[in-house]
């Protein structure tokens, strides 16, 4: 199936530095989700974007939609050993109903 | 509910059997999604539904896929002939109606047909 073009793919990052990955698409979407998955769980939910240019912080995250509608940004500020997981961004065209996800980014933090 | 539920939350199965994974929603909301996660993937669009009606099955892979939501709260997922291919995580969520947003997954169920 369709899946969004997100990178990086995997990162090592040290306790303490800030993060940031992106995800693009080939479609215009009107709305962006940002998800965090651990192993053996489901994807949690940590922002939504609903608006182009919109900038929307939770905590330590802060996530972006892009003003072209074609991709999304999100940033992790001085990440945490807790912060380690796989990282997906969900989009959805204007019209439909269902979420693209993309490939994931998977995060590693060193202590 | 507190949040979406999913039973069992791993299933072992022979090739060539039937299985079911049921979703319970978060009480309230209106809209269901099934989607599918293969190792080292992101989830893969199956079925939307809004109340009892299945909006969109567009991501259904074969007919031996079906999903029913009769009284428009749990969905059953409805696999028939398993094969190997069918292994992956199975994840449901829910959002509160079409207009809204936010959709929040369950913990999903593992799926291996051996």
């Known amino acids: 199936g369709q899946q969004l073009n997100q990178s990086p793919q995997s990162m090592f990052i040290q306790e303490g530095e800030d993060v940031s990955m992106n995800c693009t698409s080939s479609?215009?979407?009107?709305?962006w989700l940002w998800y965090k998955q651990d192993p053996g769980e489901g994807p949690v939910l940590l922002i939504a974007?609903?608006?182009?240019?919109e900038l929307t912080s939770n905590g330590r995250l802060t996530a972006q939609f892009g003003i072209t509608r074609k991709d999304s940004f999100l940033n992790i500020s001085a990440s945490i050993p807790s912060d380690v997981g796989i990282y997906f961004c969900?989009?959805?065209?204007?019209?439909?109903?269902?979420?693209?996800f993309g490939t994931g980014t998977r995060l590693k933090v060193l202590a | 509910g507190a949040g979406v539920s999913q039973t069992p939350s791993n299933k072992v199965t022979e090739k060539g059997k039937y299985v079911e994974l049921r979703c319970d929603p978060i009480?309230?909301?209106?809209?269901l999604y099934w989607y599918r996660q293969s190792l080292g993937q992101g989830p893969e669009f199956l079925i939307y539904?809004?109340?009892?009606?299945?909006?969109?099955d567009s991501g259904l892979p074969n007919d031996r896929f079906f999903a029913v939501r009769p009284e428009g709260s749990v969905s059953t997922l409805k696999i028939q002939r398993t094969e190997r291919g069918d292994s992956a995580m199975y994840l449901c969520?829910?959002?509160?109606?079409?207009?809204?947003?936010?959709?929040?997954f369950g913990q999903g169920t593992r799926l291996t047909v051996v």
């Open positions: 969520a829910s959002s509160l109606n079409a207009v809204d947003t936010e959709a929040f």
């Open positions: 479609s215009i979407f009107n709305t």
């Open positions: 974007l609903y608006k182009a240019g």
């Open positions: 969900a989009g959805r065209e204007s019209g439909t109903y269902k979420y693209i």
């Open positions: 009480s309230g909301h209106t809209a």
């Open positions: 539904f809004q109340g009892t009606g299945a909006a969109d």
